[in-house]
């Protein structure tokens, strides 16, 4: 069975740096894969929000769907 990849068409659910720097604090420290900062992984969440996809079908500039989901799941941990 086959996945349809993730449509880009967020219509303004993107964050650019300088609204993402405003809330930045309220994320906990950055770990594990550094290679993938915090603003692509929260842009990947609104993505799969957005566009009702899988995790699995996120596209590759988004970063490994395994890194953002696993971030996720931090930022939800207590």
Known sequence: MTQEGCSRDTRGMQLTREP?????????RQRGNMRLDNLTVLNAILSVA?????????????????????????????
């Open 20 to 28: 993402f720097e405003r809330i930045a604090y309220l994320l906990p």
């Open 50 to 78: 957005a566009n009702g996809c899988t995790w699995r079908a996120l596209p590759s500039h988004d970063g490994s769907w395994h890194t953002v989901d696993t971030r996720l799941s931090r930022w939800g941990s207590p």
